[in-house]
């Protein structure tokens, strides 16, 4: 996992309406993708099946053309998440996680889609299964932390 910034909440916080765009964006060209995948291998199975078929050559190159498309934006979504610094842990669940200095190590602030604000974190050795709920010692840490 490279860790390239940390976050404090506030930081994280406010890069949320931006971060969710890209994510929804990711979400929906990564099912686009899936959708694309599968009707290839419906065409495919099709064609092993009959021992040949006639394919509609230029539809097929149309919906390659799409699929390529979607790729292209999926990927450039998460580029551009990765480059804030947050970390897409599950595009499935629409998590993210934002590497935060607490005391004297790093947590993950975790926020998924659908939340209204970051309001859970947990280890970089842990996942979505073990969040916990951001306590008034993390609240103080990051005002310690806090640029004046």
């Not at 909440?9 to 060209?29: D, F, I, S, W």
Request: aromatic share 4%; hydrophobic share 40%; proline share 2%.
């Amino acid at each position: 996992m490279k860790m390239t910034r940390t976050f404090t909440l506030e930081e994280a916080q406010e890069l949320l309406p931006v971060l969710e765009g890209l994510l929804r964006k990711a979400m929906e060209a990564s099912k686009r993708v899936e959708r694309l995948e599968a009707e290839f291998g419906q065409v495919k199975n099709r064609i092993m099946l009959c021992g040949g078929l006639e394919v509609d050559v230029l539809r097929l190159a149309r919906r390659r053309a799409e699929q390529d498309k979607a790729t292209q934006v999926l990927q450039d979504a998460l580029a551009e998440i990765e480059a804030s610094g947050a970390q897409v842990k599950d595009l499935g669940l629409g998590l993210l996680d934002f590497p935060c200095v607490f005391g004297e190590r790093v947590i993950l602030l975790c926020w998924r889609l659908g939340e209204k604000r970051i309001a859970h974190w947990h280890g970089t050795d842990e996942g979505y299964s073990a969040r916990k709920l951001i306590d008034e010692r993390i609240v103080r840490d990051q005002a310690r932390h806090k640029p004046s």
